[in-house]
């Protein structure tokens, strides 16, 4: 996981964030299913909070379930696209280590893409205190999957270009990153206190093979290197991908690596309870 103190990293996507919100991969509905599964109460009249909600991918879907949803975003950037893009849902300002919300105020709280860059000594405390009795912690990715012959080729290319980076969980599918997929729960909560169940959601898009090229130059690995390294390495880039798909469509596919933790207590049946 990265560091928490890697602000260059954390940082970078405020510089991105129409980019970000134009060509980052959603989520799948059976995604949201299994958060209602695991967290054992629909998601539907729920006092949801996503935490780095970035510019809203996975706080829109919440709120089109029905959930009462609360959106935290560190980043200027990130959050000026976000009311830009979701002027009816609320957010605020703040970190999953810090989190401006009033205890045992929320019946879930979600991480899309954003726990990893969160210190866990810090935000299981906060989420604790947040969550309700009997309210949850869901924390899931979006990870290229390896088993599949052109990511594993284009996964290589990376490490080869860029080297083995320290961010999240395979933000680019890096075959070193894909090692501690079974230890997902142990890296979320090192500290032991959150007992986690996990789940894995295959999904995949069509996309044009511009949009996953500025997809991938979204992440923080390319934007930290600048735009002239990456441009060289998405330039050649282009070409492997369209001798791969000779269309310009790309098929990229997605593991949804999904971990819930809930908290004790009964509270998760009444939406609306202390």
Do not use: K
Request: glycine residues 10%; negative net charge.
């Amino acid at each position: 996981m990265t560091a928490p103190s890697d602000p260059a990293r954390a940082h970078s996507f405020n510089t991105a964030a129409a980019q970000y919100a134009a060509n980052r991969p959603s989520y799948p509905p059976a995604l949201f299913d299994a958060v209602e599964e695991l967290a054992g109460r629909p998601l539907a009249g729920a006092r949801v909070v996503d935490v780095g909600a970035g510019t809203g991918i996975a706080t829109a879907l919440l709120h089109d379930r029905g959930a009462d949803v609360l959106a935290v975003e560190p980043g200027e950037g990130m959050a000026a696209q976000f009311r830009r893009g979701h002027p009816g849902i609320p957010l605020v300002r703040g970190t999953g280590d810090a989190l401006p919300l009033a205890t045992s105020s929320a019946d879930l709280l979600t991480y899309a893409q954003a726990w990893h860059w969160t210190d866990p000594a810090r935000s299981v405390p906060e989420a604790l205190r947040v969550l309700r009795p009997g309210g949850a912690l869901a924390l899931w990715w979006n990870i290229t999957p390896l088993d599949i012959p052109w990511h594993v080729e284009q996964a290589m290319r990376i490490e080869s270009r860029f080297g083995l980076h320290s961010g999240g969980p395979a933000p680019v599918a890096p075959a070193v990153e894909q090692q501690g997929r079974g230890a997902r729960a142990a890296e979320a909560d090192p500290t032991g206190r959150l007992t986690f169940t996990s789940r894995t959601v295959r999904w995949s898009r069509r996309v044009p093979v511009d949009t996953h090229l500025a997809n991938l130059a979204s992440h923080s690995l390319f934007l930290v290197h600048g735009a002239e390294s990456s441009a060289a390495f998405l330039a050649e880039e282009r070409r492997h991908l369209l001798g791969t798909f000779p269309d310009g469509t790309v098929e990229e596919t997605y593991d949804v690596d999904l971990v819930v933790a809930t908290t004790p207590g009964t509270g998760n049946r009444n939406p609306h309870g202390a």
